[in-house]
């Protein structure tokens, strides 16, 4: 039996950890660094991965091959990094604000370029937060940590 725990309000606290993180990601070693980063900080939700700039945007919009959306839910928080095969990273976050579906997607840029221009532009395009991958593995795991934490304590439109 699973068990939940309860606000002041009634709401099922647990509701967050069935919630489909996508992380869009083109280098299998920084996959494996988000997925052992996740195991490590014990993060519960469904991870699924994507490649590629215009898979992300074909997997968010439904078209086929994901267009079965039991098999290939709709995330709540996209992890995006800018260095992708087709579209990059902005172009990603550009179309996915100009989605009204998609409006309120957590979208967290997870990218190397420390650029303040890159900054910039993405908070600009309406990304939510921007994070550099840390070098050290265990930094990475206390930034995903933080990063889930942060994330169970906010109220998204999409999750009320």
């Known amino acids: 039996m699973e068990s939940s725990l309860t606000d002041n309000h009634g709401t099922n606290m647990n509701r967050f950890e069935k919630q489909t993180f996508l992380l869009v990601e083109a280098h299998e070693h920084d996959v494996r660094f988000v997925k ?9 939700n469904p991870l699924r991965v994507i490649n590629g700039g215009d898979e992300a945007i074909a997997y968010l919009a439904g078209a086929s091959p ?20 087709g579209k990059n990273g902005f172009e990603v976050i550009d179309w996915v604000r100009r989605q009204p579906a998609l ?7 997870l990218t190397d370029s420390e650029l303040r ?12 937060s921007y ?6 593995f265990t930094d990475f795991v206390k ?11 906010c109220h998204f439109p999409h999750l009320c």
């Not at 994901?66 to 095969?85: A, G, K, M, T």
């Not at 409006?103 to 840029?109: D, F, G, P, Q, T």
């Not at 930034?143 to 304590?153: I, P, T």
């Open 131 to 136: 994070l550099t991958k840390p070098g050290l």
């Open 103 to 109: 409006k309120s997607l957590v979208i967290i840029a």
């Open 36 to 44: 052992e980063a996740f195991y490590n900080a014990e993060i519960p």
């Open 66 to 85: 994901y267009n079965d959306r039991i098999s290939h839910p709709l995330p709540s928080v996209l992890l995006l990094d800018f260095n992708l095969p």
């Open 143 to 153: 930034s995903m940590r933080s990063l889930y934490g942060w994330l169970r304590l």
């Open 117 to 128: 221009a890159d900054v910039q532009r993405a908070y600009d395009l309406g990304v939510n």
